[in-house]
């Protein structure tokens, strides 16, 4: 009966709810517009915050077939690192039902406040703003933690196996005498 009257109240706006913990978004997700998947695991003290970087691109090779690199970076240092492995979500600190920081738009070279919440066990909406102003968001979708990117390079043809030698033909044994 308590339990009952106590869920009343909450509900009826009587005495404050205490928040949820965030929901744990540990995993690999696909951004919302596919064109890249993000690993995100905990990190930090105590591994309370996490971290995200990308394990797979869509296009994450050039023209002329060299890695894609961070070639908007603000920092000239930083504009020759690939893609592939660069770090997006850095240190994103728990907060009520949600991770919030910065995350790191590497097709403009930005950084944007982010929030990360997860809206179901295989989504997670992720919430940006430039200066407080602009504002957007998308949701990414889970996928299965596995190197994409690897399986999605051709393999090499398989050389077919060398023919044996043939033997050479037995000479004729000498007659007996």
Known sequence: MRVALSAALILAGLIPASAAPAQDPTGTWLTGDGRAKVRIDRCGPGAANICGK?????????????PRTDIKNPDPKKRSRPVLGLTLLDNLKPEETKFSGEIYNADEGKMYQVSLERES???LSV???LLKVLCGSQTWTRVPDVNQQAAAQPEPALKPAPKAAKAAPAKAAAPAE
């Open 121 to 123: 066990s295989s989504e």
């Open 54 to 66: 990308v394990v797979w691109a869509k296009t994450a090779t050039n023209e002329d077939g060299t």
């Open 127 to 129: 919430s940006g703003c």
